[in-house]
């Protein structure tokens, strides 16, 4: 009697073997299946999660760092301690010169003021910046375009308003094209925008209006005076790079001492996305421990039944021994119930897996971020299946050479 792996009369007797226990079959095939659903819940889980926490941060350069004028704590050079410096126009070209590793940047003023077009006017933040800003702050743009270089140099009176902003003054109606007065000041404006995440600079973007630098500082007095510096490094570098550059320059400028560490303060967010990568990177190992622990359970499962299979039919291989099975065609026959349970179950536990997460994708859809990524790619899929195929066949190996050595008298004495 010889036994192939793909004789079809075995596996309709695997199938008829597994009938026979309904609830042991049922218990072990929920095993495999709640194991291989928890490492794809947990994998793609994982980087949905991702997903929504990055949403806080997106369109927020991730690489962005600020000087920002502070008060003396160090009395030099007859400047008394707690008095205030400004910087200005001149230190941030200087500094934009010598800074060794500056990718984008912008100087920016900030105030709050009133916006009015007609009889309806609306509190709101007025920030200066310069053309850059749009790389480091990425607005999305609900009409129109952003400021630009040439808005800077030529100092156009143009003005980007923000969404909360722009309902209140025009309701549905298109605010681009229109003039608004800030603070009595009138301004075209050329675009509305929104912000993707809470996160920003200075302001909110949806509740603020964005002026071009230099028509700010002509239109309120301020000279060539600077609130803040914001810039951002290129790939590979930090901010923090360009810190030294910016505190000589700076110090130089406005007799700081160089031992006043306060009275120039600096932001390096990059510091902070740093955490952040290494709390989802934690997350992500621990998702993928527990989701391969669900697994091992499962497999110890399969090892476990195989066993007790082997045991219960140890007069039945004795027969077939008795009448010319060879010791491999046992081997084939309880291997062949350890794969099959294997590959259904741990298929329709990646199955079921999958689609949990694509409902929590959809729930989790919004129309400016888009997806989350709660999802489950195919080949990971695959890996998934075939990683429980391997491990459900090494966990049934040991019962099925233990049937092989099986010997025919033995058996048929067995109780």
């Known amino acids: 009697m010889k036994t192939s792996f793909f004789d079809i009369e075995n596996w309709r007797e695997i199938g008829a073997t597994l009938a026979r226990n309904k609830t042991r079959t049922f218990l072990t095939a929920f095993g495999i299946f709640w194991g291989t659903a928890m490492l794809a819940m947990l994998f793609g889980g994982a980087q949905g999660f991702e997903g929504v926490m990055r949403r806080n941060f997106a369109g ?6 600020a000087a ?65 800003y749009g790389n480091i702050m990425i607005p999305v743009m609900m009409e129109g375009r952003f400021l630009n270089h040439s808005d800077v140099s030529s100092e156009r009176k143009v003005a980007v308003i923000g969404k909360n902003v722009a309902t209140s003054l025009f ?6 094209g229109k003039y608004v007065s800030v603070d009595g000041i009138y301004f075209l404006v050329v675009g509305v925008a929104t912000q993707l995440s809470d996160a920003s600079i200075g302001m909110r973007i949806d509740d603020g209006v964005v002026l071009p630098s230099s028509t700010m500082k002509r239109a309120y007095n301020l000279g060539e005076n600077v609130g803040f510096f914001v810039y951002t490094a290129p790939q590979g570098h930090s901010p923090a790079e360009n810190e030294a550059v910016i505190r000589r320059v700076l110090s130089s400028a406005h007799s700081i ?6 009275a120039i303060e600096f932001v390096d967010i990059s510091e902070q996305f740093e955490m952040i990568d290494n709390l989802f990177l934690g997350i992500s190992i621990l998702a993928l421990f527990v989701g391969f622990g669900s697994l091992m359970a499962g497999v110890i499962g399969v090892g476990n039944i195989m066993w007790i299979v082997v045991k219960e039919r140890t007069q039945e291989f004795g027969i077939r021994r008795a009448i010319g099975a060879k010791p491999l065609d046992i081997t084939v026959q309880v291997l062949s119930e350890s794969i099959m349970l294997t590959l259904v179950a741990g298929s329709l ?15 989790t859809y ?20 075939l990683l429980f195929f391997i491990l459900g066949s090494l966990a049934g190996t040991i019962p099925a050479l233990r049937a092989m050595k099986i010997k025919p008298i033995e058996a048929l004495n067995d109780k």
């Open 60 to 65: 927020f350069s991730t690489n962005l760092g």
């Open 68 to 132: 920002i004028a502070n008060q003396r704590t160090e009395p030099y050079k007859g400047f008394n301690k707690g008095t205030y410096w400004q910087m200005t126009t001149r230190d941030i070209a200087l500094i934009r010169q010598m800074a060794p590793a500056m990718e984008y940047s912008t100087e920016m003023n900030q105030r709050s003021g009133t916006v009015a077009f007609g009889s309806k006017t609306k509190a709101a933040s007025i920030a200066g910046v310069e053309g850059d």
């Open 171 to 176: 309701g549905s109606d298109p605010a681009v």
């Open 257 to 262: 001492s160089p031992d006043d560490r306060k």
């Open 349 to 363: 536990g990646v199955c079921f897996g999958a689609l949990v997460l694509g409902i929590a994708d959809k729930l």
């Open 366 to 385: 919004d129309p400016l971020l888009g997806h989350a990524g709660f999802e489950l790619s195919f080949r990971v899929a695959v890996i998934i299946v």
